[in-house]
């Protein structure tokens, strides 16, 4: 019982160190929303998000896994204690990184009137892409520099990169926003890009690796595994990614720049405000889950335990999102920004499913089974395409809502029904209990919201949050001892 405790516990931990990060990291972000909603609108938000989503596509390309597969290999190296094997598995990922970077800006540079047309339907954008084709490099090198740290187990390092970077970011792309309107998208991108490296190096620096130096035999034969493991979560990824953007092309062309930037805005809720419990988990989660992946029973413990911690966090900012979304959107962005709203209250519910596959998910990657996971990844997002397009087509931006959640769900069943076959994994009862009261909360809320008027439907919604709070708040205390905890740090 005490190890099962201490293993809640350091969940609690990461989470809450890269929750913090995380919590952060959305203020900066609303900050920079609400500044860009403001001074560019919807259009402003939708050129934005196309720039972004393509150059992010050409690096999903081009960057070959290795933000993902690197750091198996290099907690690995770390955990053996062996400093030259360290210094080897460095020296390789430090040059395959830069031979990646250089490859996806070169690829964008090269390409930039063809990627300006197929996302915008003329060569008006070529320009942009070439000055941003020097934001792959930079985010490539930024990501070696948090993998390192990563992989080293540097968190709080990890953390201070994260929030620095961010924090720098912002102040120095406000005022190129204010003063050259839409024209200071691609010179904010591209600052905002440098000042994350320049941050990310200066933390990775902190961290004292043997320099050697290895030839290219070596670093062909040392990165071989790596590269083989990282072109299947490239190929995985790409597949993501090529399905949002052709999702935000289709909506372009039928919908406008407006619904573009809308689903931009309603999906950044989703996915980043209220996602932060996954990218917060993930950090931590991965690389202990890849340290027990050999033993499919204390594997299913620990999945259990992540969606049991997952669902607890998740469910109450669910719950509040759900009743009080319009004014969150409001105060996030603007009221232009409202047609958002059925949006959002649909995806939330979808939200509950995601945390569910989103758990189980990381075994096919902690095992090592990649083209597993791409086949599963291939799947998933093929009818996820098919159920977007369908959804903006029949019902519009409410309709990307629904299609999320129905999406979701028939993941879950699928990484679920796969764990089980492969890997004899399965939810435990204390699971399954929380899941479905919290949803069932959620479901609460949303009826809510859909049949009662405002703002009677603060008033009756307020109830279901406090409810959905204090049953999380006792099962937290139930598994960790939250008030042992709490008197711990008081006496600190």
């Not at 900066?28 to 393509?54: E, F, Q």
């Not at 070959?64 to 460095?90: C, E, M, P, W, Y």
């Not at 290219?216 to 034969?221: G, R, Y």
Request: proline residues 2%; aromatic residues 14%.
């Amino acid at each position: 019982m005490s190890e099962e405790k201490n293993s809640y516990k350091q969940i609690i931990k990461a989470t809450s160190l890269f929750g913090g990060v995380q919590v952060f990291n959305i203020i900066i972000a609303i900050i920079r929303s609400k500044v860009v909603a403001v001074l560019l609108g919807p259009a402003g938000m939708g050129i934005s998000s196309l720039l972004t989503s393509t150059t992010g596509l050409v690096s999903m390309l081009t960057n070959f896994g290795l933000g993902v597969s690197a750091v198996k290999d290099i907690a690995a190296a770390h955990k053996t204690g062996n400093q030259l094997r360290i210094a080897k598995i460095v020296a390789v990922f430090r040059k395959l990184v830069w031979v990646t970077g250089l490859f996806g800006a070169t690829v964008t540079l090269v390409l930039s009137p063809w990627l300006s047309q197929l996302t915008f339907g003329t060569k008006e954008y070529t320009l942009a892409f070439v000055w941003l084709s020097v934001t792959l490099l930079f985010k490539q090198l930024a990501s070696g520099q948090y993998v390192l740290l990563q992989g080293m187990r540097k968190l709080h390092y990890l953390a201070k990169a994260n929030m620095l970077g961010s924090f720098l970011g912002l102040i120095v792309s406000l005022p190129i926003y204010y003063y050259w309107r839409i024209e200071g998208i691609v010179p904010a991108l591209i600052i905002t890009a440098i000042f994350t490296l320049v941050v990310a190096w200066y933390f990775a620096k902190k961290v004292t690796i043997e320099k050697i130096s290895i030839t290219k035999e070596e670093t062909f034969t040392q990165g071989k595994d790596m590269l083989k493991m990282g072109v299947m979560l490239s190929l995985s990824g790409l597949i993501t990614m090529g399905a949002s953007y052709i999702v935000r092309i289709y909506i372009s062309n039928t919908g406008g720049l407006d619904d573009v930037g809308l689903y931009a805005a309603g999906f950044t809720i989703i996915g980043t405000y209220v996602g932060l419990v996954f990218s917060a988990m993930g950090t931590d989660f991965y690389p202990r889950l890849s340290g027990v992946a050999h033993n499919n029973a204390k594997a299913t413990t620990l999945i259990n335990q992540q969606a049991e911690i997952g669902i607890l966090i998740l469910a109450p900012i669910l719950t509040l999102f759900l009743i009080f979304i319009n004014w969150i959107v409001i105060i996030l962005y603007s009221t232009k920004f409202t047609p958002i709203n059925g949006m959002v209250h649909w995806a939330a519910l979808g939200m509950y499913f995601k945390v569910a596959g989103w758990a189980i998910a990381f075994i096919l990657l902690a095992k090592g089974a990649s083209k597993l996971f791409f086949w599963n990844e291939l799947v998933a997002n093929t009818y996820m395409l098919v159920f977007n397009i369908l959804g903006y087509k029949y019902g519009g931006l409410n309709g990307l809502g629904i299609s999320f959640m129905v999406s979701y769900l028939l993941y879950l069943i699928q990484v679920y029904l796969l764990a089980k076959h492969q890997y004899q994994f399965a939810f435990k009862q204390d699971f399954y209990k929380l899941f479905i009261l919290q949803i069932a909360l959620g479901l609460i809320c949303f009826m809510v919201v859909k049949l009662i008027p405002t703002p009677w439907a603060y008033v009756v919604g307020m109830p279901f949050i406090f409810v959905s709070s204090w049953i999380s708040y006792k099962e937290l205390d139930k598994r960790m001892d939250i008030k042992e905890i709490i008197k711990n740090l008081k006496k600190k």
